[in-house]
C-alpha cells in the first residue's frame, strides 16, 4: 500500500502519524510538503525521534526552491 500526505509537515507529526503506521503492516508513505520542518525550527511533539519531516518519512526524495520553481 502506497500511502500520500499533502502537507505532511502539518498532518504527519504526533498521534497521526503512529495510527496509520501501526495499521497498515506493508506500506510506503510519500509526504509532499512546500515547508519541511528543519532541526532549526523543530519542536518535540512527545518524540524526540520524529522532530523533522526528513526523520518521519526518511530521504528527501527530491527538492527545489521559490527560484527553481
Known amino acids: ?31 509532499f510538503t512546500g515547508t519541511p520542518i528543519l532541526a532549526e525550527n523543530a519542536k518535540s511533539g512527545g518524540d524526540p525521534t520524529r522532530r523533522t519531516t526528513e526523520q518521519l518519512f526518511g530521504k528527501y526524495l527530491h527538492k527545489y526552491t521559490v527560484a527553481n520553481a
Open 1 to 31: 500500500v502506497a500511502i500520500l500526505f499533502d502537507e505532511c509537515h502539518r498532518s504527519q507529526f504526533g498521534t497521526m502519524h503512529k495510527l496509520i503506521s501501526d495499521n497498515f503492516k506493508n506500506h510506503i508513505m510519500f509526504g
